[in-house]
């Protein structure tokens, strides 16, 4: 059974940086999708970024500030945020899926973690 579970969320002032991590444990398809995406209230699900073998794509208002990587080794997922803003709000979900990026279909879904950015 594949599960998301996300960690890595804090409260933090604008400026700074931190570091999502998401554990996908029994995951097989080292080439296909995994993301991440953001629920802020008030607003629909965004996808903020996502990898795959062949490509990673990004919103473009993280460009430049969030890299998305991960370490096969640790069955890990990460979004490494850099100079936040508080509209980078929201709670951050991993998920993976059993097929490439460009499908856009996710079969597993982690439950979240949380990150404010305050002024």
């Known amino acids: 059974q594949v599960q998301p579970v996300e960690s890595g969320g804090d409260s933090v002032q604008a400026g700074r940086s931190l570091r999502l991590s998401c554990l996908v444990s029994g995951y097989i398809y080292t080439k296909f999708c995994l993301g991440w995406f953001r629920h802020a209230p008030g607003k629909e699900r965004e996808e903020i970024a996502v990898?795959?073998?062949?490509?990673?794509t990004y919103q473009d208002s993280v460009k430049g500030r969030f890299v998305i990587f991960k370490d096969y080794h640790k069955d890990t997922l990460y979004l490494q945020m850099s100079r936040l803003k508080p509209e980078d709000t929201g709670m951050y979900v991993c998920?993976?899926?059993?097929?490439?990026?460009?499908?856009?279909?996710?079969?597993?879904w982690g439950q979240g973690t949380q990150v404010t950015v305050s002024p």
């Open positions: 998920a993976a899926s059993r097929d490439y990026c460009w499908r856009r279909q996710f079969e597993y």
């Open positions: 990898i795959d073998a062949d490509t990673t």
